[in-house]
């Protein structure tokens, strides 16, 4: 994966973004959810924008964008 460095108004900002982003339908939402820390990319360093995701990348998700984490919380799916 690669990072770059945005300015805005106010502060430097490190946006992470991935190479098969690039162009993509989907890349400005793509990175503003990156920004967000709602989404990550895979361990190989793609984001793989066109692939389906499992539930429990969804539910992953999910928690993220609610912030509604528990760290001693352990999830179980019976399907991954």
């Known amino acids: 994966n690669a990072t770059q460095v945005v300015e805005s108004q106010s502060k430097k900002q490190i946006v992470q973004t991935f190479p098969d982003i690039k162009n993509h339908w989907c890349q400005s939402i793509i990175e503003k959810f990156l920004r967000k820390n709602w989404v990550k990319g895979y361990n190989d360093g793609f984001f793989k924008p066109d692939k389906l995701?499992?539930?429990a990348?969804?539910?992953a998700m999910v928690?993220?964008?609610l912030n509604k984490?528990?760290?001693n919380?352990?999830?179980t799916f019976n399907d991954i």
Request: proline share 0%; aromatic share 14%; net charge negative.
């Open 53 to 55: 995701i499992s539930r």
């Open 57 to 59: 990348e969804f539910t």
């Open 63 to 65: 928690i993220r964008i």
């Open 69 to 71: 984490i528990d760290e």
């Open 73 to 75: 919380s352990e999830y």
